[in-house]
């Protein structure tokens, strides 16, 4: 399919030329690729094929910029930060849950220097990513096996593999968690994605998410520079400094922008069938007749569901935004509130994207069956994507936090 038109951030209308393009151009872009990107999106989610176009409709929107703070003088200018790039992963999820969810990712990988490395090589590096508008993948969960970082003669050498994570078979660069062989400690490092003795396996089978990239790397005597290493992995919150520790919290936030827009998408396709097509439960009603009790009811249901969570969200991403603000001045109380918050949202939106794409099966009624209308990608992709974030651990660190006032754990998702 063709791609639209869309003009280049760098070279966007803006009001101060210093700060680049605006919030509300980010979201303009966003909802005109998210637009094209939904009227294909049920044959491209059966297709199943690695989104090689779809990046493409990202890159060419500038899309794949790496967020970073105004104070940065960053890659995409003071109107490009988290809070934008937050909307815009909710915005393409809304219309194709996979690729939000790639979209996501690519951003926390991307921007992961600013955490992990600090200000300097961050600017550095997204800069660069911003130019040649590269794609991230890869992931820094704990996993089993982990790669390994070696010193050799010649320099640091990576060996070993990753197992399934996101992105990776559309990446330009892969941003991983790995050991060092002398010490065990863990690291984070970004390599090229197309450098020798970097395989990645396209063989990932999941029911849901099948458009985000999903695979596994094996490192085979790759070389790692010495500035492609990003920084220490550490688990303990005491250990971290506050810049690191935040990580976490913006990782997850992530996620919640992707489980609500992949709810918000599944209720307005749903909407948009009940108002054209017969009442299932009562198919003599007129065409979007308001009359079925049952239908209205689950409707209220949900979009409170939906509401609620999202604002939740918008109250852990002003948490977040405070926290980033502060930088190293960040107290550990007010990093313990961010992180509780962004759970609770997490949990919420995980709530509303599984009753969401679930009940909205019923309002559609048997022809939700149907392959053809492609409802069942949504329960897919929510489903897919809450099995990595159980919600039992989430409510059981919640209420650690409200009862004894003990911090969520320092985990990135995978």
Same mark, same amino acid.
């Given at each position: ?44 989610? %059966? ?30 200018? @003071? ?5 934008? !790039? =937050? ?12 690729? @939000? ?11 992961? +220097?600013?955490? $992990? ?5 961050? +600017? ?13 993948? @890869?992931?820094?969960?704990? %996993? ?17 593999? %990753? ?21 065990? !400690? ?21 029911? @849901? ?24 992995? =550490? !688990?303990?919150?005491? =250990?971290?400094?506050?810049?690191? +520790? ?114 909205? =099966? ?39 936090? $409200? ?12």
């Amino acid at each position: 399919m063709t791609v639209p038109a869309i003009a280049s951030p760098r070279s966007a209308p803006s009001s101060d030329d210093r700060t680049g393009p605006d919030h509300p151009y980010w979201l303009r872009v966003a909802r005109e690729v998210a637009d094209d990107l939904a009227t294909d999106a049920v044959a491209r989610e %059966q297709a199943g094929k690695a989104p090689v176009d779809e990046v493409s409709r990202l890159r060419e929107a500038g899309l794949l910029t790496p967020p970073a703070p105004a104070e940065s003088g960053g890659s995409g200018g @003071g109107g490009w930060d988290w809070t934008a !790039a =937050l909307a815009v992963v909710r915005e393409i999820a809304a219309a194709d849950g996979a690729i @939000g969810q790639l979209l996501g990712s690519h951003y926390f990988l991307a921007g992961s +220097a600013r955490f $992990f490395g600090g200000p300097a090589p961050a +600017a550095r590096i997204e800069e660069r990513s911003a130019a040649d508008q590269w794609c991230w993948g @890869g992931g820094f969960a704990r %996993q089993e096996p982990t790669p390994t970082l070696t010193s050799s003669p010649g320099g640091l050498v990576l060996n070993g593999r %990753q197992d399934y994570t996101t992105g990776v078979l559309a990446a330009d660069r892969l941003a991983v968690r790995v050991v060092r062989a002398d010490t065990g !400690a863990p690291l984070a490092v970004a390599v090229d994605a197309h450098r020798p003795g970097v395989v990645i396996d396209a063989a990932a089978d999941t029911f @849901g998410r099948r458009l985000a990239a999903g695979g596994s790397v094996e490192f085979d005597d790759v070389p790692v520079a010495a500035d492609e290493v990003l920084g220490p992995l =550490l !688990a303990d919150e005491d =250990l971290l400094p506050p810049r690191t +520790a935040l990580a976490s919290p913006v990782a997850h936030l992530v996620s919640v922008q992707v489980l609500l827009g992949t709810a918000e998408g599944t209720l307005a396709e749903a909407r948009e069938y009940s108002r054209t097509g017969p009442t299932p439960l009562h198919p003599a009603w007129p065409v979007g007749s308001p009359h079925d009790p049952q239908v209205l009811t689950t409707y209220g249901e949900l979009t409170v569901l939906v509401r609620s969570a999202s604002a939740l969200a918008d109250q852990a991403l002003g948490a977040v935004q405070d926290a980033l603000t502060l930088g190293d001045e960040l107290s550990h109380d007010a990093y313990a509130e961010a992180a509780a918050l962004v759970t609770m949202a997490e949990t919420a939106a995980s709530r509303a994207a599984q009753e969401s794409t679930a009940r909205a =099966l019923d309002i559609v009624g048997p022809r939700a069956a149907s392959a053809r209308l492609g409802f069942d990608r949504f329960w897919r992709n929510a489903r897919t994507h809450t099995l990595y974030e159980p919600l039992g651990h989430q409510l059981r660190d919640i209420g650690d936090y $409200f009862l004894n006032g003990a911090q969520p754990p320092f985990a990135l998702p995978a």
